[in-house]
T-cell receptor, first 115, second 114 residues
């Protein structure tokens, strides 16, 4: 069974600085997708960024980028120029692409951006 | 507005009561699922459906029932509520089960069982 591990329960960063959230996963599949979701205090789950395993190029979305290391099964999220609105829970998630797949979530990292 | 609608947003139940959490989507998504979120546990899959008339169990299905009579609706039934079912429940949908588009989530239902 696939598992997703986020080893940092909580992190903090100063406004305008850069922070990296870690995520590792375990799978024997070669075709899969990886996601980072943001959950602000409003509770809404918001898709931040996504990566297809067969693509070597790291995904980027404005201030958000990932470092995808397939051999190491690592999928970290880098937030540049952190803003107060980035304060939220961040969840890493895995989806098996080869068969009926469901989203499998890590336990989350609580990020606080300080002024 | 297109999206996933969950009702109610908040609910308090007494132990042993039953209730149905509603989920509806208007995006013609084939795939729908229910998750529960508990502190320090992330989101765990309860049940999912790949289309009308087809449902299957996820990681934590005990105490919950689902049905999918239409593409739009995927209600979650608590048969006899227990304090262990106190949680935040999310419904999510997608064009297909495995998709790079990811899931669209509802805004959640906070359920307290006393």
């Amino acid at each position: 069974a696939q598992t997703v591990t986020q080893s940092q329960p909580e992190m903090s960063v100063q406004e305008a600085e850069t922070v990296t959230l870690s995520c590792t996963y375990d799978t024997s599949e070669s075709n899969y997708y990886l996601f980072w979701y943001k959950q602000p205090p409003s509770r809404q789950m918001i898709l931040v960024i996504r990566q297809e395993a067969y693509k070597q190029q790291n995904a980027t979305e404005n201030r958000f980028s990932v470092n995808f290391q397939k051999a190491a099964k690592s999928f970290s999220l880098k937030i540049s120029d952190s803003q107060l609105g980035d304060t939220a829970m961040y969840f890493c998630a895995f989806m098996n692409g080869g068969s009926q797949g469901n989203l499998i979530f890590g336990k989350g990292t609580k990020l606080s951006v300080k002024p | 507005n297109a999206g996933v609608t969950q009702t109610p947003k908040f609910q308090v139940l007494k132990t042993g009561q039953s209730m149905t959490l509603q989920c509806a989507q208007d995006m013609n998504h084939e795939y729908m699922s229910w998750y529960r979120q508990d502190p320090g546990m992330g989101l765990r899959l309860i049940h999912y459906s790949v289309g009308a008339g087809i449902t299957d169990q996820g990681e934590v299905p005990n105490g919950y029932n689902v049905s999918r009579s239409t593409t739009e609706d995927f209600p979650l039934r608590l048969l006899s509520a227990a304090p262990s079912q106190t949680s935040v429940y999310f419904c999510a949908s997608s064009y297909s089960g495995q998709s790079i588009r990811g899931y669209t989530f509802g805004s959640g239902t906070r359920l307290t069982v006393v």
